[in-house]
């Protein structure tokens, strides 16, 4: 990952370069790793990750989220949304290296570390919301666009119009996907349902996208000749 150093206008805005930094790629690819709720982003710190307690090649690669109401990073469903999510070895490695090279070095009034930083302490969801939107543009990551715009001219290359990219997706709709493909590829339910933090039930209803011939296939290796 490229070194970056993150800035920000005096509003706290995110400069051009913070938008293109590693950050977006720290919040999608976490976001497709494990599921997580997007709100989940704003209340992890430095700390939270058990791959930092050691080098990415020994640790158990893990985000540990937790409840912590007295420094203002709730979870949704308070001490039940607890819980530590596996990650995969090349992920850790891209938050290990955005930490190294790219957060900045701040605390926030409570003295955690926060993951995704300002030079104020913690980032605001309505900013990782939007770091999320611009990173998942086809432009951002392929540098085209299969819709034929033209970067220089269009509404969607700006930090405040990324939502309008017909190819962006938002924060929740990572997670939605992360249910999807976990579940197509033969991670059951219950597996999931742990993972993301949610009942067999709300997954079915609202989550799981699958079409009929992609969990008609999910059912193909249970099936038995009778």
């Given at each position: 990952?490229?070194p ?12 051009a ?7 977006g ?9 494990s599921g997580?709720?997007w709100?989940?982003?704003e ?16 640790a ?24 530590d ?6 992920d ?22 926060p ?14 919301q939007r ?5 998942t543009?086809?432009c951002?990551y392929?540098?085209?666009?299969p819709?034929?715009e ?22 929740h709709?990572?997670?939605r ?11 059951p ?11 067999g ?5 609202h ?20």
């Amino acid at each position: 990952m490229r070194p970056v150093e993150p800035r920000q206008t005096s509003d706290g805005v995110p400069t051009a370069a913070d938008r293109s930094s590693p950050v977006g790629t720290v919040l999608v690819r976490t976001a497709l790793e494990s599921g997580s709720r997007w709100r989940e982003y704003e209340q992890r710190s430095e700390q939270s990750s058990s791959l930092l307690q050691t080098s990415v090649a020994f640790a158990r690669l893990a985000l540990e989220i937790r409840h912590r109401p007295e420094t203002e990073t709730p979870l949704k469903k308070k001490g039940k949304g607890e819980r530590d999510v596996l990650i995969e070895k090349d992920d850790g490695r891209v938050i290990a290296d955005y930490i190294e090279n790219a957060r900045l070095a701040v605390t926030d009034e409570y003295g955690r570390e926060p993951l995704i930083a300002t030079d104020h302490g913690r980032r605001a969801r309505t900013t990782i919301q939007r770091m999320v939107y611009t990173a998942t543009r086809p432009c951002h990551y392929e540098n085209a666009c299969p819709f034929d715009e033209d970067p220089e001219t269009c509404e969607a290359a700006t930090w405040n119009g990324a939502s309008k990219c017909p190819g962006s997706v938002s924060p929740h709709a990572l997670r939605r996907g992360y249910v999807t493909a976990a579940r197509n590829a033969g991670q059951p339910k219950d597996v999931t349902g742990e993972r993301v933090n949610m009942t067999g039930r709300v997954i079915d209803k609202h989550y799981d996208k699958g079409s009929h011939d992609e969990k008609a296939e999910r059912r193909r290796n249970h099936l038995r000749d009778i």
